[in-house]
């Protein structure tokens, strides 16, 4: 697969249809077998709710519940609700529904760009990986990722709930703001709630677990430039009664915090549960 195709493809999934005025449909992957990645519909979610403000406004945070496993068979219909509409802030509940049931729900919240006190944690002390060591089988992603200690983290013993994952995308991506926003969150979800079983590895085989995603926020604290290395560092404080949490923080290559994440997701050992859905 050429470098880039698959960033292309999604970049002409965030190109909603719109059927009226606060609804639009959504596409999917071409050859997407299964369900739904959350991360596609989290971004196309944002871009339905980013096309009905102003372009003066940019998103500063977004809080999103997985209800339903998507089918990538079925285009999606996005509805938005402009909630509110004020000086500085407005914000925007959205619905993404298949089949009349809705699979996911958001609510996203856009301010102006204002200047005011200005502090963050500091980057890990590490540096993007040698693009020449690589594997060209990572690019065949919209997003090229790189985990640090890769060859630890596939080690089947029980291991730190953390882990830091370098990633960019394969191809140049534009500098509009608000998709570069939605681009960020579609890669925000790639690695988060894996985290949350590392302290577990060799007690369960991954095929005989249930796992996914239930709750995502995410909170935009800088300018998005994307066409960059940026570091996901990605730790988990909780798992318990078939949930596990985690949390990051994705930093520019220059050490800059772009944006930070909350998810909360299912990880049921079928071996010990029943096979009921959730």
């Not at 496993?69 to 500085?88: F, L, M, N, Q």
């Not at 919240?109 to 006190?117: C, K, N, P, R, T």
């Not at 590895?201 to 604290?221: I, K, P, T, Y």
Request: proline fraction near 7%.
């Amino acid at each position: 697969m050429a470098t880039g195709e698959k960033l292309n493809e999604l970049l002409q999934l965030l190109q909603l249809e719109q059927i009226e005025e606060n609804i639009f449909r959504a596409q999917h992957p071409a050859g997407r077998r299964g369900r739904l990645y959350g991360g596609q519909i989290m971004a196309q979610a944002l871009m339905a709710g980013g096309r009905t403000v102003s372009d003066s406004l940019n998103v500063h945070s977004l809080h999103g519940y997985f209800l339903r496993p998507g089918d990538p068979k079925v285009p999606a219909v996005i509805r938005v609700e402009r909630a509110r509409d004020g000086r500085s802030f407005a914000t925007r509940r959205i619905l993404v529904t298949q089949r009349g049931e809705a699979i996911f729900n958001m609510d996203a919240s856009f301010q102006i760009v204002e200047s005011g006190l200005d502090h963050q944690v500091e980057m890990p002390a590490m540096q993007p990986p040698p693009e020449d060591k690589i594997p060209p089988a990572l690019y065949d992603e919209p997003f090229v990722a790189w985990r640090h200690e890769f060859r630890r983290l596939q080690s089947q013993t029980p291991q730190p709930p953390e882990q830091f994952v370098w990633f960019k995308p394969t191809g140049v991506v534009p500098d509009d703001p608000l998709t570069c926003a939605c681009l960020l969150v579609f890669e925000s979800d790639n690695v988060l709630i894996g985290t949350a079983r590392l302290p577990h590895r060799g007690n369960f085989q991954r095929e005989h677990m249930q796992v996914a995603s239930l709750d995502h926020a995410m909170w935009f604290h800088r300018p998005i430039e994307l066409n960059q290395w940026l570091l996901y560092a990605i730790d988990s404080p909780s798992a318990s009664h078939a949930r596990g949490l985690a949390r990051g923080n994705i930093f520019s290559e220059n050490g800059q915090l772009l944006a930070s994440t909350v998810q909360e997701g299912l990880i049921r050992v079928r071996e010990l549960q029943s096979d009921a859905t959730r």
